[in-house]
């Protein structure tokens, strides 16, 4: 967690992570009061409910003016994030080492009480050093500037701030100019800075013509990481913005300006009839090269700055047939458009293949084997799960790679990038869209179908491999703690917890899910168990330490035993963590328990251990109720109490059975009673014989 200590908005500066405990304190130790018009972010930074900044938005991240704490000077802004998007808060510091004037300040991040959605929000805290942003709207016409102003404007401040984006190994991913502002006064207003990256996915929210021609092609949330070199190309067409002076791309969508740019290139889709000369011209085609191994790098740029020449490079040409492939009343020349347009017409695509028409149309019109050994294996792949359930859907997927493999994944409705994948899952889910896709795409291996038609990739295969693989084993295991859930969390670190009993509340850690889960105890409508299957499988990717002892109780079809495991869990993550008492958490475990007492069968004990549970549920110490509910000794002697009694009960109904038997025989058991009774008056009236005689014998003895 990041913090402010100073009350000086010019010495603010961001700090080192804060222990787990002290973090969850402060993130959580604000009142969250429903109609406060300040939120407080750590104590130190008050941003301002009721005065938005729209000029500084970030799509669906609105903008709010913001100020330290005691502090009347309003220098800074917040961007606060929605929850159904994961921000890239993991790159928090390392964006606030970058020391470039050329890049928005980044003060604090964290998380709030946000008066108006009533809940808690991730948010991001920078200095507001900006000006307007440079355009509007992508859809704009050009700025008209003269080379020589976009040279010092823009050109030499950008190429810094890449070089310090490069030197910490980050990419930004939003590099255009509507997220590129003048300077403010406070630096001069001379030179542009670029803005914030931080509180959607990665490139979330770039426009469509800034991405490269495979990258376009992905779902908005799903498009990854990305490289530096597409920043440097989304670095190429503001530039070529910001100097053109009309718009050739102006009207179309997001998939005609993709069409376009295979068609004609990004250079000559973006700059259409206007002409460029000279060293501009040379640096315009540097940084718009479609193919990535010939685009410019950082090196080149700074060489071109400095006055050297380069050579011009030989840009490659997208593959393009002799022969049109008609596919859905469209002809089609380019294997990557056929690629982008499968999903149109399943049942023609099924023609496409078991007729050999593809395949043909690759080797023929097309002339290309490396195409060729890509759909014969795609083919292949599929086949071996059989025809069954989704199998066209896979086989087109596995199609579409083989004749673009660097376009992202197309499974149904989705297009993802596989580094964008999780961030797609975690929207899926808090927004309440079907996963299915997901856990197909997993299933099916398209992953690492998708890794072994790569040829030039700039992404980790390896840790790709494992982790897809290793989300295979989670979904074939259908206990809780694994399933899709566990995916969710394995693949996507950053997400929150996003389980319904957390609502409310931004959970990143087990120390805060405690705290949430105390603030929840006051409810009247909480539920009964603290864990479902999605905080179990938050808590076991955090630390396994903390709820993979207890994976047992937590299965287990008791009831009694369920409620037990949960408190388990709760009360190590209390005891490990070394946090606060909770005595709203342990309030709660007190009416829950019913179950857990009739596991008992002395009706004392019960009530006993009912009333130590009443008194210790005052102390907020769940390591000492779970002490009392967990004590073997006396569940030992409680066992082997019932066992005795339960013999003694049998013993007493053998009696009974006895007695009912005889009574039920009047005459057997009339001779037998008579006979014993004659016995006993016989046995006594002789013992009185005897005493009379002896007396009177004793009598005359005396009197002689």
Known sequence: MMTEHNQDPEDLSVDDEESAAQSVKRSHASGRNKLSVIAVLDGDIEILVEKRLKHLDRGISKAYSARARGSTNETLFALVCENHLVPRSSLAKKYAGIMSPGLVSLVSAGVVYWPPAQGERYVFVYRNTLGQPLMKGAGEDGLGWKPEKAMKVFIEPMVRTLSGLRNIEMVHGCINPMNIFEGGADEGGSQVILGECLSTPPSYLQPKVFETIERAQADAVAQGRGTLEDDIYAFGVSLTMILRQKNPLAGLDDD???????????????????????????????????????????????????GQRLSPKQSAKKKKASRPLVFNNERYLRPILLAMDLNKNQGEVASLIESDTLEQWVIRSLEDTRCKERLDLAIEQAQQGGRGSGYWEQLISRVSVALDPEAPIRFKNLCLHPEGIPYALAEAYILKRDIMPYVEIINHQLVMFWLTMQQDVKVDVGNLNSKFDSCRAFLRQTTIGYGIERCLYFLCPESPCVSDRLAGYYVRSPEEMMLAFEGISESTDKPKLFLDRNIAAFLSIKDRRNID??????????????????????????????????????????????????????????????????????????????????DSEERRRDFYGFRAAMEEYRDLGIENTELVHRLGKPEIYSKETGQEVAAVVSGFLAAIVILVFAFIHFSKAGGF
Do not use: C
């Open 256 to 306: 005609a300006i993709i069409r376009e740019k295979i068609e004609l290139g990004s250079y000559g889709a973006l700059t259409g009839k206007e002409r460029f000369t000279g060293a501009i011209l040379e640096l315009l085609r540097g940084l718009l090269y479609d193919e990535r191994t010939q685009r410019w790098t950082l090196e080149e740029i700074e060489s071109w700055m400095d």
């Open 549 to 630: 002892p207890f994976f047992p109780e937590l299965n287990a079809p008791e009831i009694y035993t369920k409620i037990l495991g949960n408190i388990k869990v709760l009360a190590t993550i209390q005891k490990r963590s070394r946090l606060e008492p909770f005595p709203g958490i342990a309030s709660w475990i007190a009416e829950i328990l019913e179950p857990v007492y009739e596991r008992y069968h002395d009706r004392e004990l019960r009530v006993d251990i009912r009333k130590r549970i009443e008194k210790l549920k005052k102390t907020g110490d769940l390591t000492k109720i779970m002490t009392v509910l967990d």
